[in-house]
């Protein structure tokens, strides 16, 4: 088997870092972790987005960076890892102000393609999905619950095309739906790594 790539993604507010940082802590032994690319963006490169221009140029500079990292952390893999990935390079069509399509065709890539690089998507759906705030989470997420709803179903529309598409629904209890995924994730990786 070739390099097994696993992303986590899902809308604001959805619990993906979290995740992926369990994940990371507990099989550090079986994954390589690539940090989710737009937190480190907005944390030391870019100012928020003010306007469609904006959007479009910091989507460009992620999708970019989001490839040469991941291809940075495979380099550092021994053969039986996993790179675990906080997001991966389809999520660009979720925040593309034209669309996803629009997005990939931008990018100079196809939706496939970029689907295709990846062997399993864990899809965290966003609290806004039911409702409930995304305040507490990523300090570098400035969406309100409209926005970030909108920005889940774009996504979960991009990456429920993959076929091992793995949708954790939102829930109340936060620590509930993170055992799930945990759980999830857990067999996803021993799928990968048996």
């Known amino acids: 088997m070739g390099i097994v790539r696993i992303a986590v993604s899902g809308g604001p507010g959805a619990g993906k870092t979290t995740l992926w940082r369990a994940v990371a802590q507990a099989h550090a032994a079986q994954v390589v972790a690539v940090p989710e690319?737009?937190?480190?963006?907005?944390?030391?490169?870019?100012?928020?987005?003010?306007?469609?221009?904006?959007?479009?140029?910091?989507?460009?500079?992620?999708?970019?960076?989001?490839?040469?990292?991941?291809?940075?952390?495979?380099?550092?893999?021994?053969?039986?890892q996993v790179l675990w990935c906080d997001?991966?390079?389809?999520?660009?069509?979720?925040?593309?102000?034209?669309?996803?399509?629009?997005?990939f065709e931008s990018m100079q890539t196809t939706e496939q393609a970029e689907l295709s690089r990846y062997d399993a998507v864990l899809f965290m759906e966003s609290a806004a999905a039911g409702g409930m705030s995304i305040a507490d989470g990523n300090h570098t997420r400035t969406e309100d619950l409209a926005t970030a709803l909108r920005v889940?179903?774009?996504?979960?529309?991009?990456?429920s095309a993959h076929p091992r598409f793995h949708l954790i629904r939102a829930e109340l209890d936060f620590q509930a739906k993170i055992g799930r995924a945990l759980e999830l994730a857990e067999r996803l990786l021993g799928s990968f790594c048996a």
């Open 37 to 80: 690319v737009a937190t480190l963006m907005f944390s030391h490169v870019f100012p928020q987005v003010q306007n469609v221009a904006e959007r479009r140029a910091v989507q460009r500079a992620i999708y970019a960076v989001q490839h040469n990292l991941e291809q940075v952390y495979q380099q550092r893999m021994a053969a039986d």
């Open 152 to 159: 889940d179903q774009r996504l979960h529309a991009v990456w």
């Open 87 to 103: 997001r991966g390079s389809p999520d660009g069509g979720g925040y593309w102000p034209e669309g996803p399509q629009h997005f």
